[in-house]
């Protein structure tokens, strides 16, 4: 198989997709990880700590719904390169801050680097893998994330042990570089979905107007709610976890990190199945799995933070992935089967929009909760439980988009890439 074959390749596009969203993801887990020495070496209290680990989210979220119309009018490949290339700097550059404010800034700028990388692996996935199997596609690109929760808690603990938090953003910069060259160099996808077409010949871009109208549409509305409901579950406990783990259960960084390898481990092989029994479930159903789903992910991180030992802590910890996978899958792979293709990437970005505002407000309340506590994690927890509700709410208004969306604009016409 030669260069231009295998970058054509749907298999290797997707492996391609998986390795930069694990990258991705690694250097976003492993400051949850870090944040524990990074606070020490700062003096950071707990509402700042939730400021460091939450504004990464605000350039990231910033950048979602630009990073997607991007992606639908130039290209999903040139706005992968140029995402990787660039968060790959700041990622190196964390390790280089000497205090509250730069830090701040370097995780800001990272955020706004990282922030187009989903919705454009969400473009090229609509360009390049057909619309029975997406959900898979999307369940195996968002399996990358599970699988840097598999790495990150014992490769930053070993790191942050052995050679402190600063060289470990080193090092961590250096292999999304080497990301960064083999998107260059070896992704080269067909344009479209329907059949073999020639790299950089006509492909469809949204006609004007097409933009506006996903805010109108009913099914991008309910996801963009359930995706920020979601979120906010989400993001709380892993930005959180380690230091509940540490702080409250009384565990050393290495005996956290291994341990939560196991949830980790579980979260790969949900992310798989979720993928194919999706795309097997008639129409109209994913309502009912995604509303269940958030109230079994709401009673579950509720258990999880009663439990009475570490073991319990664990076990629970190892079924909310059930319900992630499940919610994760139908948020982001109903736009890639239910609207244009021409719009994916903004439609993506539109609906993970609401989980990354969600990302850059849950760690941060969540510090001012636990002060205002005194240190304990009971309201937070009521907090996170909460947004279990609100996602089951915004299932239950769940409506097919496609016809809505298509009814109220013309066909899309090609232009040239």
Excluded at 35 to 46: E, K, M, P, T, W
Excluded at 67 to 87: C, E, K, N, P, T
Excluded at 126 to 137: D, F, H, N, T, Y
Excluded at 147 to 160: D, K, Q, R
Aim: aromatic share 14%; net charge positive; with cysteine.
């Amino acid at each position: 198989m030669n260069k231009l074959a295998f970058g054509q390749n749907p298999k290797m596009i997707l492996l391609l997709l998986f390795a930069g969203n694990l990258f991705s993801a690694l250097d976003r887990f492993v400051i949850n990880y870090g944040i524990v020495h990074i606070s020490d070496d700062l003096q950071l209290s707990a509402s700042s700590t939730g400021l460091i680990l939450s504004i990464f989210f605000l350039g990231y979220a910033i950048m979602q719904i630009p990073g997607g119309w991007m992606a639908d009018r130039f290209g999903a490949r040139i706005v992968l390169i140029v995402s990787v290339f660039s968060f790959t700097i700041f990622t190196s550059l964390t390790g280089l801050a000497w205090s509250f404010v730069s830090l701040l800034v370097i995780r800001f700028m990272f955020g706004l680097g990282e922030g187009s990388f989903f919705p454009a692996g969400a473009k090229m996935i609509a360009v390049s893998i057909a619309e029975e199997k997406r959900s898979r596609a999307m369940s195996l690109f968002l399996s990358a994330l599970t699988f840097a929760g598999v790495i990150s808690p014992i490769l930053a603990a070993t790191l942050l042990v052995s050679i402190g938090w600063r060289m470990m953003f080193g090092i961590i910069g250096i292999f999304g570089f080497t990301i960064g060259l083999l998107y260059l160099f070896l992704l080269k996808p067909r344009v479209g979905s329907q059949g073999p077409r020639e790299v950089d010949s006509l492909t469809e871009v949204p006609v004007k107007g097409s933009f506006i109208k996903l805010f109108k549409t009913p099914l991008v509305l309910s996801l963009m709610v359930a995706s920020f409901a979601y979120g906010f579950i989400s993001w709380g406990v892993m930005s959180w976890m380690p230091t509940y783990l540490v702080q409250e259960r009384g565990l050393n960084l290495i005996s956290m990190g291994l341990l939560q390898m196991i949830p980790a481990i579980a979260s790969v092989a949900f992310y798989i199945i979720a993928g194919y029994v999706l795309d097997k479930v008639k129409v109209g159903r994913e309502k009912w799995i995604g509303g269940f789903s958030g109230l079994g992910l709401a009673l579950f991180v509720y258990l999880m933070f009663h439990a009475e030992t570490v073991t319990g802590v664990i076990i629970y910890q190892s079924i909310i992935p059930i319900f992630s996978a499940a919610l994760s899958t139908i948020i982001f792979s109903l736009p890639l089967k239910y609207l244009p293709e021409a719009i994916g990437g903004s439609a993506v970005g539109v609906v993970n929009l609401g989980m990354q505002v969600a990302g850059f407000i849950a760690p941060l309340t969540i510090g001012f909760v636990i002060d205002a506590f005194d240190g304990s994690f009971n309201g937070a927890v009521w907090l996170l439980v909460s947004f279990g509700v609100v996602c089951f709410i915004a299932f239950m208004t769940l409506k097919s988009g496609r016809e809505n969306f298509i009814s109220e604009n013309p066909q899309t016409i090609p232009a040239v890439k």
